[in-house]
């Protein structure tokens, strides 16, 4: 079955999760924006398990920023509601050690 779905908007924005799921035609295709989605049918064709290796580290790198945006916004609200010296705060010691082997695991 085919579903459109036609837009307004210059550049509409969607989640990786999506994009990944669906194939966008932008009517203000350049020449290598067009070459890339070309090359996207072709491999799906020919090697579909690298087109499911490429969606899945697309979804896997949405996720990891994910994960990362978090981890600075704890950072964030830690730096931000320490007293004191952050050396001898515990729950800022927890959190900045749980961010390093986090990013660690994502480089």
Same mark, same amino acid.
Do not use: W
């Given at each position: 079955?085919?579903?459109?779905?036609?837009?307004?908007?210059?550049? /509409?924005?969607?989640? /990786?999760?999506?994009? &990944?799921? &669906?194939?966008?035609?932008?009517?203000?295709?350049?020449?290598?924006?067009?070459?890339?989605?070309?090359?996207?049918?072709?491999?799906?064709?020919?090697? /579909?398990? !690298?087109?499911?290796?490429?969606?899945?580290? =697309? =979804?896997?790198?949405?996720?990891?920023?994910?994960?990362?945006?978090?981890?600075?916004?704890?950072?964030?609200?830690? !730096?931000?509601?320490?007293?004191?010296?952050?050396?001898?705060?515990?729950?800022?010691?927890?959190?900045?050690?749980?961010?390093?082997?986090?990013?660690?695991?994502?480089?």
């Amino acid at each position: 079955f085919n579903f459109y779905l036609t837009t307004k908007l210059r550049n /509409p924005h969607y989640l /990786p999760e999506i994009a &990944v799921k &669906v194939t966008l035609l932008n009517f203000m295709i350049t020449v290598v924006g067009l070459q890339d989605q070309l090359l996207n049918i072709v491999v799906q064709c020919e090697r /579909p398990e !690298l087109a499911e290796d490429k969606a899945r580290l =697309v =979804v896997e790198g949405a996720e990891n920023k994910a994960a990362l945006e978090e981890t600075e916004n704890k950072i964030l609200h830690v !730096l931000q509601t320490s007293q004191g010296n952050i050396l001898e705060d515990e729950t800022a010691i927890n959190v900045l050690s749980s961010s390093k082997a986090l990013s660690n695991k994502i480089a």
